[in-house]
């Protein structure tokens, strides 16, 4: 095999697990191929978190059978850790499972698949060789690091703890080792990876979370550190008061309230109450005022009553939230809520998330035109989608920037710029002259 394609659904973790895959295959002498129409093995790294992935995947693995260069497939991902053997007896296409505990394996399954055998690589007991060097990173400007994979959380809707397994923190060295790599090669942005990221502790010298975050602050060359994703009952005053005193900490947080409902919350089995959620948002507000909030929410729990939803809705109006990720309840594989009374019909979860969406654009918007007028320091990331013609990047807040290229910038440049228009979920604006702008990468 000469060539492959990654698909790649889900969160940020797929997508680095993606760049992972794709650096390994590299490795092993592999090319990118510009489709999977053009690639002899395609690799499907899936998601199992929402709506129904074994069917989306099983659909797409038909289509790619028929396909006139027969490709082999490659199943990775969480629905590959959850599926495992059956995916391969659906299909002949199938030529290798590989869990998401699994990544560091691939090569061996392609191996395996090269001598005409067909394997199975899920569970999370091997001893994982983590080599970052083998990364393919899709950017060059900011970069994603692993730092605790799992979750012991067992929220009652979520499949992550039967896919992804138990937590387990790398190392504090070796993650400083790699940011310091990324670092070197003109990074700017460090995005910190977790399920549970707040979780952290060294498994050598226990470090916190808030220990590791300043650390990888301090490596030279890196201008911005963000991480994903924060439970609250792990948010200790320590991380706190690390956002508060370190400015190259992003002024964006994502924080999952998941349900306003104490009823609910207890039901989820997240371990807080919207009480203490709210005390915990006043806290961070009170030490960083600047803070930009985005949450997720899950729409029609099994018991949600409308009361229990209003107090969800109540949270994303106080609160007032950039960003709502917000998604109907569905039932998944192994998790108990799949087996709990009073489901909530999907008519009425549609209804109570156009409510949901109706309320959180709104303030979206409203907090986006409060930016205009103002000048921002903007991270260039790339291209707008829209056209050639602007650069892409994000504020010191997470929020995308839109505006036009001129001759003094360059991707990776930090520019002052000058916000003249407002969307839901973009901001546009013009690079200003100021003494901070740009501020150019250094020469590889
Ligand atoms: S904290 Fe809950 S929702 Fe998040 S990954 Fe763990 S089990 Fe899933």
């Given at each position: 095999?000469?060539?492959?394609?990654?698909?790649?659904?889900?969160?940020?973790?797929?997508?680095?697990?993606?760049?992972?895959?794709?650096?390994?295959?590299?490795?092993?002498?592999?090319?990118?191929?510009?489709?999977?129409?053009?690639?002899?093995?395609?690799?499907?790294?899936?998601?199992?978190?929402?709506?129904?992935?074994?069917?989306?995947?099983?659909?797409?693995?038909?289509?790619?059978?028929?396909?006139?260069?027969?490709?082999?497939?490659?199943?990775?991902?969480?629905?590959?850790?959850?599926?495992?053997?059956?995916?391969?007896?659906?299909?002949?296409?199938?030529?290798?499972?590989?869990?998401?505990?699994?990544?560091?394996?691939?090569?061996?399954?392609?191996?395996?698949?090269?001598?005409?055998?067909?394997?199975?690589?899920?569970?999370?007991?091997?001893?994982?060789?983590y080599?970052?060097?083998?990364?393919?990173?899709?950017?060059?400007?900011?970069?994603?690091i692993t730092v605790i994979e799992g979750c012991n959380?067992?929220?009652?809707?979520?499949?992550?703890?039967?896919?992804?397994?138990r937590e387990l923190s790398r190392p504090i060295n070796d993650v400083?080792?790699?940011?310091?790599?990324?670092?070197?090669?003109?990074?700017?942005?460090?995005?910190l990876l977790g399920q549970t990221i707040n979780a952290y502790i060294c498994p050598e010298s226990d470090a916190s979370f808030?220990t590791l975050?300043?650390?990888?602050?301090?490596?030279?060359?890196?201008?911005?550190?963000?991480?994903?994703?924060?439970?609250?009952?792990h948010?200790?005053?320590?991380?706190?008061?690390?956002?508060?005193?370190?400015?190259?900490?992003?002024?964006?947080?994502?924080?999952?309230?998941?349900?306003?409902?104490?009823?609910?919350?207890?039901?989820?089995?997240?371990?807080?109450?919207?009480?203490?959620?709210?005390?915990?948002?006043?806290?961070?507000?009170?030490?960083?005022?600047?803070?930009?909030?985005?949450?997720?929410?899950?729409?029609?729990?099994?018991?949600?009553?409308?009361?229990?939803?209003?107090?969800?809705?109540?949270?994303?109006?106080?609160?007032?939230?950039?960003?709502?990720?917000?998604?109907?309840?569905?039932?998944?594989?192994?998790?108990?809520?799949?087996?709990?009374?009073?489901?909530?019909?999907?008519?009425?979860?549609?209804?109570?998330?156009?409510?949901?969406?109706?309320?959180?654009?709104?303030?979206?918007?409203?907090?986006?035109?409060?930016?205009?007028?103002?000048?921002?320091?903007?991270?260039?990331?790339?291209?707008?989608?829209?056209?050639?013609?602007?650069?892409?990047?994000?504020?010191?807040?997470?929020?995308?920037?839109?505006?036009?290229?001129?001759?003094?910038?360059?991707?990776?440049?930090?520019?002052?710029?000058?916000?003249?228009?407002?969307?839901?979920?973009?901001?546009?604006?013009?690079?200003?002259?100021?003494?901070?702008?740009?501020?150019?990468?250094?020469?590889?």
């Open positions: 095999m000469n060539t492959f394609f990654i698909e790649t659904w889900g969160c940020q973790m797929n997508i680095h697990d993606s760049e992972r895959l794709e650096g390994q295959l590299r490795a092993h002498g592999m090319q990118a191929a510009k489709s999977a129409a053009g690639a002899d093995l395609v690799l499907l790294n899936t998601c199992s978190v929402r709506e129904k992935p074994v069917h989306k995947i099983l659909s797409r693995i038909g289509e790619l059978a028929l396909l006139p260069n027969k490709p082999m497939v490659g199943i990775c991902g969480c629905v590959a850790q959850q599926e495992g053997e059956a995916l391969l007896k659906r299909s002949r296409t199938v030529r290798f499972v590989l869990g998401p505990g699994q990544i560091g394996r691939v090569r061996e399954a392609v191996r395996a698949v090269e001598q005409g055998k067909r394997v199975q690589i899920t569970g999370f007991d091997a001893e994982e060789d080599n970052f060097k083998t990364i393919f990173r899709k950017s060059s400007t900011r970069g994603m959380e067992y929220c009652t809707f979520c499949v992550v703890p039967y896919t992804r397994g400083l080792s790699e940011a310091r790599t990324l670092a070197g090669l003109g990074v700017r942005e460090i995005e808030a975050l300043g650390r990888v602050a301090e490596v030279p060359g890196i201008q911005r550190v963000r991480f994903v994703t924060s439970h609250p009952r948010f200790g005053d320590d991380l706190v008061q690390a956002i508060a005193n370190t400015p190259k900490i992003s002024r964006y947080l994502h924080l999952p309230f998941q349900s306003g409902s104490n009823e609910i919350l207890k039901r989820m089995n997240r371990k807080y109450t919207r009480e203490e959620y709210l005390a915990l948002i006043q806290r961070i507000r009170d030490a960083a005022p600047e803070i930009h909030l985005s949450t997720d929410v899950i729409v029609g729990f099994p018991g949600e009553s409308e009361n229990d939803f209003r107090q969800t809705l109540d949270i994303i109006e106080s609160i007032r939230f950039g960003q709502v990720f917000a998604f109907a309840f569905s039932p998944r594989p192994n998790t108990p809520a799949r087996m709990y009374a009073e489901q909530v019909s999907e008519d009425e979860k549609k209804s109570r998330l156009h409510r949901l969406f109706d309320i959180s654009n709104a303030i979206s918007l409203e907090l986006n035109r409060e930016l205009v007028g103002s000048t921002i320091p903007v991270l260039i990331d790339g291209e707008s989608r829209r056209t050639s013609e602007d650069w892409q990047g994000r504020g010191e807040d997470n929020r995308v920037v839109n505006f036009p290229k001129s001759s003094r910038e360059r991707l990776g440049d930090i520019v002052d710029v000058l916000i003249t228009r407002a969307g839901h979920h973009s901001l546009y604006g013009e690079s200003v002259d100021s003494p901070s702008s740009p501020q150019h990468l250094p020469a590889l």
